[in-house]
């Protein structure tokens, strides 16, 4: 594929080191841009100065959602070079959001090239503090103009680079987790196996109800019978029960996490026994009571392992172990992210330079 390369005649000021960077507020010199149109497939594949896109208001992706995103990291290590994590996941999971979404898949290698490409051009941009990277957000948006409910004949594949910090400012930090009974996220036969908005736009209220509680995240259970465990809407989740692993199996209603494939892969690997199955809340509240609910742990490319302290079902609310960081959950932290930032060997050949 060739990428056409408009480099911009007035860079903007980068993030000094040890600026606070924060998370998807500023954005890089470029961004990458295909089209797609309907008899010709993907064309003009091309890097130009990050800037707004001319859309009519009539644009379908603003009226039905029909749009698909993605998100990874670039990391730079210590020897310089910067590093993707998995990109290839990434790929073949836009193309499973796509394919729900009637949306045309984009050839894998042309997703990941891209992904490298526009890394390459704004490569100065990655930063260098401790614990930050570029957050890179490809996405496709329908983009005919016609209010008629169908699938758009045009579409734009977007990526957007954003410098983002630490999640953790000071270390990794235990957070408190509002299991919602109310509100579902996403139902079987639905989309939430799928990476599009509509799904976060469901979720917005429950996020709001569990920030008012004081709490951080919300924990979905299932949408038919309110009583299996999901997921937490931007992280998988896992538990760690009686010296188990156990985790909610991907039931197309879950986001298939590429990190949370990444630390079932590792589990096995050290020796853990690993169960992907139905965990009822109910079990989760009986195994806090009688203490063999041992860790409880979130999984996303923004925290990699988020250690969950605290969890809020109805009138229980469980203290989990100490109501600090688990040795598991540490070890995983360390490992996972000693392989992204290239500080740490890469047993599973997971690490990708961009060159
Ligand atoms: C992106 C996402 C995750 C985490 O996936 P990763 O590939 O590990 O970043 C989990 N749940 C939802 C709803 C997501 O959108």
Redesign the pocket.
Known sequence: MEIKITKTTSPKVKPKKGEKLGFGHIFTDHMFVMDYTEGQGWHDARIVPYGNIPLAPSAMVFHYGQEMFE?LKAYRGDDDKIYLFRPDMNAK?ANNSNQRLCIPEIPEDIFVDAIKAVVDVDRDWVPSDEGTSLYIRPFVIATDEFLGVAPSKTYLFIIVLSPSGAYYESGLAPVGIWIEDEYVRAVRGGMGFA?TGG?YAASLIAQVKAHDSGYSQVLWLDGVERKYIE??????IMFKISGKVITPALNGSI?P????NSIIHVCKEWGYEVEERKISVEELVAAAKDGSLEEVWG????AVVSPVGKLRYMDDVMTIGDGGIGELTQKLYDELTGIQWGKREDPYGWRVEVK
Not at 257 to 260: M, V
């Open positions: 998100g999971r990476k799904n997921e937490v809407g931007a992280m998988n986001l996490g590429i990190t949370r999984t996303g490319t923004a």
